[in-house]
């Protein structure tokens, strides 16, 4: 890109009129099924969209592309096991509509950075190999041959491989991954940031220190068996609708549902199942029996104040409330942390988390008598400061109650990406464990480097530092996916090569290095033809079960090649002669996992089992009730509340998913259960902070970060009145992005801190 002329990094400013409506009471139902249908005709024909819908979540069908939800291991139903956003992740990414080197010709970068993210992903499916070549403004085609050739002499000239980057979204199949982690490790580094580290790297930490598994412990049925379920700093009915069902289920069988959350979300209210409502048997299922509206990041003292309470339940019915021989024979460090809790003050504890000892103690009465909890959470625990040690919080009050290791009970990190959890798994990892690198070195004969990789984070840092030259992404949008637009921008701005594995255009295409590349993937629900033999790839799910996903589209593009093809031609074209079987792994994916089962444990027998109706579960040890930490116990931990101190005028501002949306994807404009529509930019405040900030209804306001003495701004926000605690707000994530301060992460995780900016509000004098 020519340097004088620079496309804008910042989602759009335009205003596109606003309208709003109540929040809705009761998520899904047929508002939904009218929904999924019009967003699959939108991009496709019916029959198609009937087609790849009736295949989606089945048996011998395609793996979701939407959230990492499970599927039930037993029968499926036939009416479809997939919800409304599993129909719009569908017609997002099997959308007729392409786009080849034509209309790049016709749009320069500088034009397609003008439009907005909705309108950038509604343009079509990227349908041939394009190149962006130093000063040139439009993007133009390549060979495949030459772009291989190409990035391969462009990371061969680098002085050392720690100068090259290599992120991964959560979509890459199995496959695909390892043989990703094996190329980046076989060049020579461990530079593979991802985007767990901006998601559920915290819980990954929290539970491997305490239970050590990185991964949940729960298994769907467990739900069906569960007392009380716990529901932290989660929307299912947008990102994991499908959880709604077993939620209904959960309730049917008597469980009480105790929801966690600063605003009051419609699908953690009450359920209205869509495939009972086309059938007439619809009614609604209330869902949560007790709804704690806390602070943002109010959770750590909520926690705390429950299980305070608990032990004093405890000293008044002994034997009844904690489970004394779980705690005895598993875990460790009880002493400790219960002389730490009961030192508390729990009337402290409840006003840091900004709800009553009233509240606290209706929880508490659902709690004490019960045997199998659940806790389940996701980016509302994630994305603070003190995550790591929230989530530690958490798993102490499963320990102190025996809910863990046996069913209905555990741990349940609701993971993002559909296959996010299984990149991990393969070895996407910038830390990665040694037993990894000896399996690598045992099967390979090279020798791995052993020096830790960039984060998200400080991949971000390195690029803006002039550390780190060349950007290379296996999917996602990590401009706009990243904290900080501005400075992520400039940090990409400054690399020699940008390259993007990609579907669907997004922003990271048009802010680049001097020279960038796309290269158009098959996707989840395209048909994998090798040589004239069908493949199939295999994901794993939130609850570690690893199975198949088979694709049923003709591809959109004669020109796309599988992600597992590009990482074998483009690591052929890097290392040159290896001892690495590159091409036995393209002619057939049987043998990257006949590999895979060598190198990472739990695989036994993957290419049988993967074909097993349903697949396989993982080896899990906390759901085993075996621990494998130093040891062999699950650790009680030791926490301190950290309340963010706000000035006045300063606000505590969570960053969240719309309904129409799958991260940097904008499917529509419409929030339909907050009952925000045709808008994107808008702020939720509470009415009497409105009132003390002289802010009507619909002002417009600019919104500032200072962190670091840094003036981050993200201009014309419509402000609207909401049910949130007075001193926090609310905003869409990429849209807020340029706010969240790069240096402001998550100890221990580096996770951006996405769910506590600190911002300022300042009403626009012109609109
Ligand atoms: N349709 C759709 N599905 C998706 C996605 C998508 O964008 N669209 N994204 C996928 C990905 S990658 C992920 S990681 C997941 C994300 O799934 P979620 O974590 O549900 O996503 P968020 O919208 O970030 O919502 C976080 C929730 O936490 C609440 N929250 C914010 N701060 C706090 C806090 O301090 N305490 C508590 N208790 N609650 C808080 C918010 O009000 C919100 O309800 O969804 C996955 N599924
Ligand atoms: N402020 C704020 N920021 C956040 C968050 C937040 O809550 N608040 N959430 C964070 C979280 S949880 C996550 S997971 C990250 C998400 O970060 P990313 O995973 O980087 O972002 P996505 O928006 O999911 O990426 C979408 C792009 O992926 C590409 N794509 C889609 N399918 C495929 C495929 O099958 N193969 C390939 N190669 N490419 C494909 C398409 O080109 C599409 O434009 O964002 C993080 N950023
Ligand atoms: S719950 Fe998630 S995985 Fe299941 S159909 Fe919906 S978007 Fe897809
Ligand atoms: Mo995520």
């Avoid at 609708?241 to 600063?262: C, D, F, H, Q, W």
Wanted: glycine share 8%.
């Amino acid at each position: 890109m020519s340097k004088d002329v620079q496309p804008s990094a910042k989602t759009s400013e335009k205003l596109t009129g606003l309208k709003t409506t109540t929040p809705k009471e009761v998520a899904a139902g047929l508002p939904a099924v009218k929904s999924s249908l019009k967003h699959i005709r939108s991009e496709m024909p019916l029959a198609k969209g009937m087609k790849v819908l009736n295949k989606l979540n089945q048996h011998d069908g395609i793996d979701c592309p939407g959230c990492a939800w499970p599927d039930p291991d037993d029968e499926r139903s036939r009416l479809g096991e997939y919800c409304e956003n599993g129909a719009k992740a569908v017609a997002e990414e099997a959308t007729s509509k392409k786009l080849t080197a034509k209309f790049f010709q016709e749009h320069s970068v500088q034009q397609l950075a003008e439009l907005s993210d909705y309108e950038l992903g509604k343009k079509g499916r990227i349908a041939e190999p394009l190149i962006l070549k130093a000063g040139a403004q439009h993007y133009e085609a390549i060979s495949w041959k030459n772009a291989f050739s190409k990035i391969g002499q462009q990371l061969k000239s680098l002085d050392n491989p720690n100068e090259a980057i290599f992120y991964t979204s959560g979509r890459t199949s199995n496959e695909a991954a390892f043989l990703y982690q094996l190329f980046v490790r076989a060049y020579g580094t461990n530079n593979l940031p991802d985007c767990s580290n901006m998601c559920h790297e915290s819980s990954g930490v929290a539970l491997g220190e305490t239970l050590g598994i990185g991964k949940g412990s729960v298994k769907l049925e467990d739900f069906y068996e569960a007392e009380v379920i716990l529901i932290l700093g989660q929307n299912p009915g947008t990102n994991h609708p499908r959880m709604l069902t077993a939620l209904e289920k959960a309730k049917k069988n008597g469980a009480k549902i105790i929801s966690v959350n600063p605003i009051v979300e419609s699908g953690l209210v009450s359920f209205s199942h869509p495939q009972k409502v086309i059938a007439l048997l619809g009614g609604k299922t209330t869902l949560t029996d007790l709804y704690l509206q806390v602070k943002i990041n109010g959770d750590m003292a909520l926690i705390q104040a429950l299980t305070q309470l608990l032990l004093e339940e405890e000293s008044k019915n002994p034997g009844q409330v904690i489970d004394q021989a779980f705690i005895d024979n598993k875990t460790q460090g009880s002493e400790v942390y219960i002389e730490h809790i009961k030192k508390k003050d729990p009337n402290t504890l409840a006003q840091e988390a900004g709800l009553t000892l009233d509240q606290i103690k209706a929880a508490v009465n659902i709690l004490a008598p019960a045997k199998k909890i659940i806790a389940c959470w996701a980016m509302g625990l994630t994305q603070h400061k003190n995550s790591v040690n929230t989530i530690k919080e958490v798993v102490n009050l499963l320990l102190l109650k025996g809910s863990i290791g046996k069913p209905g009970a555990g741990t349940c990190p609701v993971r993002g990406h559909s296959n996010v959890q299984g990149d991990r798994t393969m070895g996407i990892h910038e830390r990665p464990p040694q037993r990894l690198l000896d399996a690598l070195q045992n099967r390979y004969q090279f020798d791995p480097p052993t020096a830790h990789g960039y984060n998200v984070v400080e991949a971000i840092e390195a690029m803006h530092a002039g550390a780190a030259k060349i950007f290379f992404a296996m999917g996602g949008n990590f401009l706009s996916a990243t904290p900080d637009t501005m400075f992520t921008a400039e940090a990409l701005r400054k690399c020699a090569l940008t390259v993007q594995v990609s579907t669907k255009l997004n922003r990271s295409h048009l802010v680049t290095g001097e020279e960038a590349i796309i290269l158009p993937c098959l996707a989840r629900t395209d048909i994998d033809m090798i040589k004239g033999t069908l493949q199939f790839v295999s994901v794993e799910n939130s609850m570690g079960v690893v199975h198949s996903s088979r694709g049923q589209l003709t591809p959109i593009s004669d020109q796309l090649l599988s992600e597992p093809e590009i990482v074998t031609r483009l690591a052929k074209a890097t290392l040159g002669e290896s001892s690495i079987p590159w091409d036995s792994y393209a002619d057939n994916y049987d043998s990257i996992r006949t590999d895979i089962e060598q190198c990472i444990p739990g695989f036994d027998d993957y290419n049988k089992r993967v074909r097993e109706k349903g697949g396989f579960y993982l080896p899990n040890g906390a759901r085993e009730n075996d621990y494998k930490t130093k040891t062999g116990k699950a650790h009680f931990t030791i926490s301190d509340t950290t309340p963010i101190p706000l000035q006045p005028h300063e606000y505590l501002m969570m960053t969240v998913r719309s309904h129409d949306q799958f991260n940097t994807t904008i499917y529509g404009l419409d929030d339909r259960y907050r009952g925000i529509l045709n808008e994107r930019r808008v702020i939720m405040m509470n009415k009497k902070d409105m009132q003390l900030a002289s802010l009507k209804e619909g002002a417009v306001v600019d919104l500032y970060n200072r962190y670091g003495g840094v003036e981050r701004v993200a201009p014309k926000f419509i402000v609207v009145g909401y049910n949130i605690p007075q001193g926090c707000v609310c905003t869409y994530f990429p849209e807020a992005n340029v706010l969240v301060p790069i240096k402001s992460k998550a100890d221990k995780s580096h996770t951006p801190t996405s769910k506590s900016v600190v911002i300022e509000i300042v009403e626009r004098a012109e609109i």
